[in-house]
C-alpha cells in the first residue's frame, strides 16, 4: 500500500495547503480517502480524473469533503467533453441528512453508506470503520493488505473506542487537532500527549500526527510530542508518501 498526503490541516488550510486528504494506492488502484478543501487540485498532481476508483468520506465535515461538490462538476464537465468517466464509488455516513442527500443524485457517483458494522473489500484490501467520538456521525478506517495495516482516526477524541483501530497498525494516522496548552472544556480532536497513549496503547509502528490546525505552529505540536521521549511519531506533511 501505499498512502500520499494530499492534504492535512485540519479545519481550513494552511497558506498553500489543503485540509485532510489522502490518496491510497494498491493493486494498482486509487482510492481517496476524505475530500477536503484543496484536495481535487493536488489530487491531479498524482492521478487523472479519469483514474479515481474509489471514495471513502470518514465524515461529512466541509474540511474533509467539500471538494467532492467540485469532484462532481470536474466529472460532469470532462464527460460532457468526451472523456470516458466511469460512475465512481463513494462510501460516507447518511447523517448529517441535509449533507448527505446533496451527494445523491448524481450519475456519476455511486453512493454507498459506511457503519461500524461494514466491513468494505477494496480491490484485494479490507476496509473496516470504527465510529469515533466527534461532533457528527465519524468513522475512522482500519484498512489491511497482504498482512499490512493502515489505521486512520479521522476526526477524534481519545478514547477506548480507538484501540482496536490501531492495534499494530504499521502506519497510524492520528487526528492531533488540539494541544494540551490550549485545552477546552469541551474538545473535538486530540493533543499529541493523547496521540502518544494511543501509540502506547495499540503498539502504533509509525504515527502521523495530521489534522493540524493552521493557527498553531508545528513547533508547538512537537514540544508537546517531545515530552515523552523518542518514539516513532511525525507531523504530518502535504505531499509526504508513506509505503507500507
Ligand atoms: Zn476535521
Ligand atoms: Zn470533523
Redesign the pocket.
Given at each position: 500500500m501505499r498512502i500520499t498526503i494530499l492534504g492535512c490541516s485540519?479545519?481550513y488550510p494552511a497558506k498553500g495547503g489543503a485540509?485532510?486528504g489522502y490518496l491510497l494506492q494498491l493493486s494498482g488502484k486509487n482510492i481517496l480517502i476524505d475530500c477536503?478543501s484543496g484536495v481535487i487540485s493536488n489530487l491531479f498532481n498524482y492521478v487523472p480524473l479519469e483514474k479515481i476508483d474509489a471514495v471513502i468520506l470518514t465524515?461529512l465535515?466541509a474540511?474533509?469533503m467539500s471538494d467532492v461538490f467540485v469532484l462532481k462538476y470536474a466529472l460532469q464537465m470532462n464527460k460532457q467533453n468526451g472523456l470516458d468517466i466511469h460512475p465512481i464509488p463513494l462510501f460516507c455516513p447518511v447523517t448529517p441528512e441535509s449533507v448527505y442527500d446533496q451527494l445523491l443524485n448524481d450519475t456519476n457517483l455511486v453512493v454507498g453508506h459506511i457503519n461500524s458494522s461494514t466491513e468494505l473489500p477494496l480491490f484485494g484490501a479490507t476496509a473496516t470503520f470504527f465510529r469515533t467520538n466527534h461532533s457528527v456521525e465519524c468513522y475512522g478506517i482500519r484498512i489491511e493488505h497482504e498482512g499490512k495495516v493502515l489505521a486512520f482516526s479521522?476526526?477524534a477524541l481519545f478514547g477506548p473506542e480507538l484501540f482496536p483501530l490501531f492495534q499494530n497498525a504499521d502506519v497510524g494516522i492520528m487526528?492531533c487537532?488540539a494541544l494540551e496548552k490550549a485545552r477546552k472544556p469541551v474538545m473535538?480532536?486530540m493533543t499529541p500527549s493523547e496521540c502518544f497513549r494511543l501509540y502506547q496503547e495499540c503498539g502504533v509502528k509509525k504515527v502521523v500526527l495530521s489534522?493540524l490546525v493552521p493557527y498553531y505552529s508545528i513547533s508547538d505540536v512537537v514540544e508537546e510530542a517531545e515530552m515523552f521521549g523518542p518514539w516513532p511519531y511525525e507531523t504530518a506533511s502535504i505531499n509526504q508518501i508513506y509505503d507500507i
Open positions: 485540519g479545519g485540509t485532510t477536503g465524515h465535515h474540511d474533509h479521522a476526526d487526528d487537532g473535538l480532536h489534522h
